[in-house]
């Protein structure tokens, strides 16, 4: 196969032939993805007078990332680091609860900063599990679908039209799991709508970005994939 040459193929015809970037990507997504629920969810942070999470700046890269695995290696491998993010953030969560959980030696003052940063509630855990595995799938299968529908062409709609699907049922379930009866609806309703928006507007921002990555990543594995055979099932990992 020659070098800079894209042919166009359809998923199941991909076998096992080595992939030159897929697991860097996936390492990628997964590191984003547990860095900012890690470091990014649990501080607010206020610039000209908006008040917003921090991690809410570093958590649509993981979409942008899911955009580029789906376009240029397929809704399998993009489902696939879906379960590994989800299973790492499992055993995130998991770690956070019996590092909390460990009664701190004599001395030793940092108990209560431990708690403040690493001790979420199982009620947002769950929401973030569920918002994240919802999310990113619908993203995935919007993004296969929708390169289907217009035969690879308008990537920028393709990125633009699956984050706002993917980012609403990310928020649609996080943030009603999370808060519903400790906020009112009204705050409930008013975070999820303002958060929706800057994650998709971050997302379009990113477009020109997207493309050079989408681009040289097609040029340098040769592949252009198409998920025209493709089973969508959520619940599985296999290729």
């Known amino acids: 196969m020659s070098e800079g040459a894209i042919h166009k193929i359809e998923a199941d015809a991909l076998g096992s032939r080595p992939l030159r970037y897929y697991d860097f990507f996936m390492a990628a997504f ?18 000209g007078g908006f ?32 379960w590994v993010g989800f299973v790492a953030m499992l055993f995130m969560a998991l770690m956070s609860w019996v590092v909390v959980a460990l009664p701190p030696a004599d001395g030793w003052p940092d108990q209560k900063a431990y708690e403040s940063v690493f001790g979420s509630t199982w009620r947002i855990v769950f929401a973030s599990l569920c918002a994240f595995w919802a999310g990113e799938l619908a993203n995935s299968f919007v993004m296969a679908k929708m390169k289907l529908l217009t035969q690879g062409r308008h990537l920028w709609m393709r990125t633009i039209g699956s984050t706002v699907v993917g980012q ?3 928020s649609l379930l996080f943030y009603p799991l999370a808060f519903l009866g400790n906020w009112t609806h009204t705050q409930v309703l008013t975070v ?48």
Do not use: H, Q
């Not at 900012?36 to 607010?44: D, E, P, Q, R, V």
């Not at 020109?208 to 493709?230: C, H, Q, S």
């Open 168 to 170: 609403g049922v990310d």
């Open 30 to 47: 997964v590191a984003i993805l547990l860095l900012s629920n890690l470091i990014g969810a649990a501080k607010l942070s206020t610039l």
């Open 192 to 239: 999820m709508v303002t958060n929706w928006a800057m994650k998709v507007g971050w997302e379009a921002l990113l477009t020109p970005v997207t493309y050079l990555v989408v681009n040289f990543l097609k040029r340098r594995e040769g592949l252009d994939i198409y998920d025209a055979g493709t089973n969508f099932t959520p619940f599985r990992t296999r290729l």
């Open 51 to 82: 008040t917003f999470g921090a991690g809410i700046l570093f958590f649509p890269l993981g979409y942008v990332i899911g955009d580029v695995l789906t376009e240029v290696y397929g809704y399998s491998r993009a489902r696939r680091c879906v």
